[in-house]
């Protein structure tokens, strides 16, 4: 098991979704971490987890986050929460990258 990181050192590897990267932090069986870089005007559509409750950390940029039917603006050092079994999507409607630490926690 690692316990240190330098994540300038990890590769961005582009997801299933065009725009959205990732460097993997934490990788265990019943969750996970990943530092993810959102291109400017991406999308990742909605989408539902059964198994998993997931959470966002902005650290840089204004990403919007649509959780269910609510749309929420992003800035630094918001949190947000993704519960399992319900809709969520995120969005980068701006000319700048977002940087973002995503998580998840399978229930």
Not at 55 to 71: K, Q, W
Not at 83 to 89: R, S, V
Request: with cysteine; hydrophobic share 35%.
């Amino acid at each position: 098991m690692k316990t240190r990181t330098q994540t300038e050192k990890l590769i961005w590897i582009e997801g299933k979704v065009k725009g959205f990267f990732g460097k993997e932090l934490i990788s265990l069986t019943n969750g996970g971490l990943k530092l993810i870089k959102v291109v400017p005007l991406a999308t990742y559509p909605k989408h539902i987890h059964p198994d998993k409750t997931e959470f966002a950390y902005v650290l840089e940029g204004t990403p919007e986050f649509i959780i269910n039917s609510e749309t929420h603006l992003g800035k630094t050092g918001d949190f947000f929460i993704f519960p399992f079994n319900t809709k969520h999507a995120i969005k980068n409607n701006t000319n700048s990258e977002c940087i973002l630490l995503i998580g998840s926690i399978q229930n």
